[in-house]
């Protein structure tokens, strides 16, 4: 298994563009997160989406749209990057009403 | 809503001594206790966790203690090594579910050989 995958790795965007990042995972998992990691600030829930056909913004959604394709996949959207969404992006899934959550490798952003 | 400070920031240890990080939370109800490790480039991953019915949990080198009265949670990282050295972070959860996890800011560990 590969446990969650995100693509991509990095991406470098002009402020104004658009962009998905994509997440699968090949655990069975109902629930997936979407984070934004920043320095000093741990990780904040953007969106998450607790069953396939569902998602909920969490602390930090301005700025950001989700799609949860199927059940496996879960998608971010910038519409238009502005600098401060400058981060590192991580997706995560667990089991239905469980907490332990398993997450991605990460995709760093930056916008200039 | 839940907050969840964790200290210290950064933590440096020489190989074979204990680190010990601590957390704080502010909601009450937080019912479970997850603590993650990030290495360099990463996802973080889950190490330990302790839930609200339980004081103290081992897995051979780590440890996790909770006080529920004072809203504590401390991660104790035994005979350390250069292997261990990471981003720590701390988190509380609220219920079932992950979406209501609030992490702390995280710890550097470095352990120098």
């Known amino acids: 298994n590969a446990g969650v995958t995100q693509t991509p790795k990095f991406q470098v965007l002009k402020t104004g563009q658009s962009m998905t990042l994509q997440c699968a995972q090949d655990?069975?998992?109902?629930?997936m997160y979407w984070y934004r990691q920043d320095p000093g600030m741990g990780l904040r829930l953007i969106y998450y989406s607790a069953s396939e056909g569902t998602t909920d913004k969490g602390e930090v959604p301005n700025g950001y749209n989700v799609s949860r394709l199927n059940k496996r996949e879960f998608s971010l959207r910038l519409e238009s990057a502005a600098p401060s969404q400058t981060s590192v992006y991580f997706c995560?899934?667990?089991?239905?009403?469980?907490?332990?959550?398993?997450f991605g490798p990460g995709t760093r952003l930056t916008v200039t | 809503g839940e907050n969840v400070e964790q200290h210290p920031s950064t933590l440096s240890v020489q190989e074979g001594d204990s680190a010990v990080i601590k957390c704080t939370y502010s909601d009450s109800a937080s019912n479970y206790f997850p603590w993650y490790k990030q290495e360099l480039g990463k996802g973080p991953q889950l190490i330990i966790d302790?839930?609200?019915?339980?004081g103290e949990k081992k897995d051979q080198r780590i440890a996790v203690t909770l006080n529920k009265t004072a809203k504590h949670f401390s991660l104790h990282i035994t005979e350390t090594q250069p292997e261990d050295s990471a981003v720590y972070f701390c988190?509380?959860?609220?219920?079932?579910?992950?979406?209501?996890?609030?992490f702390g800011a995280g710890t550097r560990l470095f352990v120098k050989a």
């Open positions: 995560a899934s667990s089991e239905k009403d469980r907490v332990e959550q398993y």
């Open positions: 988190a509380a959860t609220l219920g079932t579910g992950g979406f209501k996890t609030i």
């Open positions: 302790i839930r609200s019915n339980v």
């Open positions: 655990m069975n998992h109902n629930s």
